[in-house]
């Protein structure tokens, strides 16, 4: 049987760094090289008694913390040609054993070991499938995303090829391994690339600080929360070289002061499980404004229906939407609404669906969250509607400034009707396990 794309990248991996460090753990100080990480690998699934033909091509859920642990049963799965299917840590696992069923696994790792789960015939992906990404979108219900090796590979590349990053990079892993951004960023440029990972201890600044200074990681990708913490933090990150933030747009008031405390430019960072990356501000001038950069090498982006982004490249998936285009390549149109010019430099507008009618009046969300955000000491915004019985337009704002500072500000510009009426001032917006904002949370702020 021939190798898949990822494993066959891992094995080229492991002879040209074999002795190489491959992962660490601040937390305990462990170390493994490449070859460490591939025998213990290989020993993984012999120590569950189970059969590596079981595995082929069956979906197996497993949930573990960032760490060496991690990365050797996601290898371990690869070698088996198992389906991987990675939930996220902080899931219970009454929650795990739902998404098992969800996706008709065949085995469950609980913490310990391999459960076989009751065979389901018919649904075995054999080997076009190798991942299956959890998303909930925006509509809080979860989706199974399936991808080929080759479509996860070619996201690494794309990722690798256009932040610059080498395996002379040492990378800073924070956000999870299994989510698309850590596996974009993080786990698949270990293995195709042989960029090596630190696993962080906590997003706290002063224990970042303390993980940088005793592992000096060059490469950081995180999110709006953790920027926001070190941009008003006195740490110094003196091995830093490139700082990514992805997951929402980063708020320019943010980068601005991050740059002004360490004299380095954050880099926006765009993407989407259905599609891996998509644009990235190579030189971090469009995300001191808020803009998101151009398209990653390898990736063609156009809009339709005026603002509507549509995504073209050979990480987008394809499994069950299957439009290509002429060069074979996915094609996968978002709900985001963008704003892309001449140049190909990439603004993000809002989604799809964000257009609310309130008394009579149609209040565009987007819009308004836009207006909070550009006012002088706000570091972010919600904007949504409640549920209640007179429906109004609500805002949850992370700023030190009073709601009287707020409406005023608003008033210069913005028509009263696309003023909020419900106001909830926080130090900074509740996140999601994803590093998300947590609309769910927000929504019941203002009245869900």
């Not at 040209?16 to 170390?31: D, F, P």
């Not at 960029?195 to 906590?202: A, D, I, N, R, W």
Request: glycine share 10%; aromatic share 6%; charged share 20%.
């Amino acid at each position: 049987m021939s190798d898949d794309v990822l494993l066959s990248a891992w094995k080229k991996t492991v002879r040209q760094y074999r002795s190489r460090t491959a992962v660490g753990e601040c937390a305990t100080g462990k170390r493994v090289t490449f070859q460490e990480l591939d025998d213990r690998a290989s020993a993984w699934l012999p120590a569950q008694g189970i059969a590596t033909a079981d595995l082929l091509g069956q979906p197996v859920v497993y949930s573990t913390a960032n760490g060496i642990g991690w990365l050797e049963i996601f290898l371990g799965l690869l070698k088996a040609r198992a389906v991987i299917v990675p939930v996220d840590a902080a899931e219970p696992k009454e929650a795990q054993r739902r998404i098992a069923d969800a996706v008709r696994a065949r085995f469950w790792w609980d913490g310990t070991r391999l459960i076989p789960l009751p065979k389901k015939p018919g649904h075995s992906h054999k080997n076009a499938i190798c991942l299956i990404k959890l998303t909930s979108g925006t509509t809080g219900a979860p989706r199974a995303l399936s991808f080929t090796s080759a479509q996860l590979f070619a996201d690494a590349a794309q990722i690798t090829a256009t932040m610059g990053i080498i395996p002379r990079d040492l990378n800073y892993a924070l956000i999870p391994l299994g989510h698309s951004y850590g596996l974009g960023n993080l786990t698949l440029p270990l293995l195709v690339k042989g960029v090596p990972l630190v696993c962080g201890t906590s997003p706290l600044p002063h224990a970042i600080a303390a993980d940088f200074e005793k592992w000096k990681p060059t490469v950081f990708p995180g999110v709006p929360a953790m920027w926001r913490a070190l941009s008003t933090s006195d740490v110094i990150l003196k091995s830093l070289r490139l700082g990514i933030s992805a997951g929402a747009v980063l708020p320019p008031s943010v980068a601005q002061e991050f740059h002004a405390r360490h004299g380095i430019r954050l880099h926006n960072f765009y993407g989407s499980s259905e599609t891996g990356g998509i644009a990235y501000d190579k030189n971090g001038h469009a995300t001191l404004s808020g803009g998101v950069g151009r398209a990653l090498r390898g990736v063609v982006l156009r809009t339709i229906k005026s603002s509507q982004l549509e995504v073209s490249s050979a990480a987008v998936f394809t499994h069950r939407n299957r439009r290509r285009n002429r060069s074979q390549h996915g094609v996968w149109r978002t709900s985001d609404l963008v704003k892309l010019d001449s140049r190909g430099e990439l603004t993000l507008l809002g989604r799809q669906g964000q257009t609310v009618k309130i008394a009579g009046r149609r209040v565009n969300l987007s819009e308004v969250l836009a207006r909070l955000r550009a006012i002088p000491s706000v570091t972010d915004a919600w904007v949504g509607i409640n549920n209640e019985s007179d429906p109004a337009l609500g805002a949850v704002v992370a700023t030190t400034l009073g709601v009287t500072h707020l409406r005023t500000a608003l008033h210069v510009d913005t028509a009263p009707w696309k003023i909020p009426k419900k106001w909830m001032i926080v130090p900074s917006l509740p996140l999601t396990a994803r590093g998300k904002p947590d609309t769910r949370a927000m929504q019941g702020m203002i009245g869900g």
